[in-house]
């Protein structure tokens, strides 16, 4: 059973900083690529950022890029989000989530874009 469970969420000032964990279990991590998306209220799914399959490609959205780091430990079937310089529009429910599609890269899985399991979020509220 896919299991991936966020934590480090919580309640940051505008310009600070947190980082987000995702551990992963049922499958073998480091055969997949793996999302971070985040859902403000009242707003559609956000990508966010994409970890390749292969331990070193990356890829994120415009509105985080230079502030938000994706990485991943494969040792620990975890992959984290670095979230620095926060704003108060990246007040949402962080998901991180797992490819459909085995050993894609960063560039692949951002192009089309496919996920079946996510976690249950962790909460990251910007504000002063």
């Known amino acids: 059973e896919v299991q991936l469970v966020e934590s480090g969420g919580g309640l940051v000032q505008p310009g600070g900083s947190l980082r987000l964990s995702c551990a992963a279990s049922g499958f073998t991590f480091y055969n997949y690529a793996m999302y971070w998306i985040r859902q403000a209220p009242g707003k559609e799914l956000e990508w966010v950022s994409v970890?390749?399959?292969?331990?070193?490609?990356?890829y994120s959205s415009d509105s985080v890029k230079g502030r938000f780091t994706i990485s991943r430990d494969n040792a620990k079937n975890t992959v984290y989000l670095q979230l620095n310089s926060l704003k108060t529009e990246d007040t949402a429910m962080y998901y991180c989530?797992?490819?459909?599609?085995?050993?894609?890269?960063?560039?692949?899985?951002?192009?089309?874009?496919?996920?079946?399991?996510r976690g249950q979020g962790t909460q990251v509220t910007v504000s002063s």
């Open positions: 970890s390749g399959s292969d331990g070193r490609s990356t």
């Open positions: 989530a797992k490819d459909n599609f085995i050993g894609r890269s960063a560039v692949n899985a951002w192009s089309s874009k496919a996920y079946k399991y």
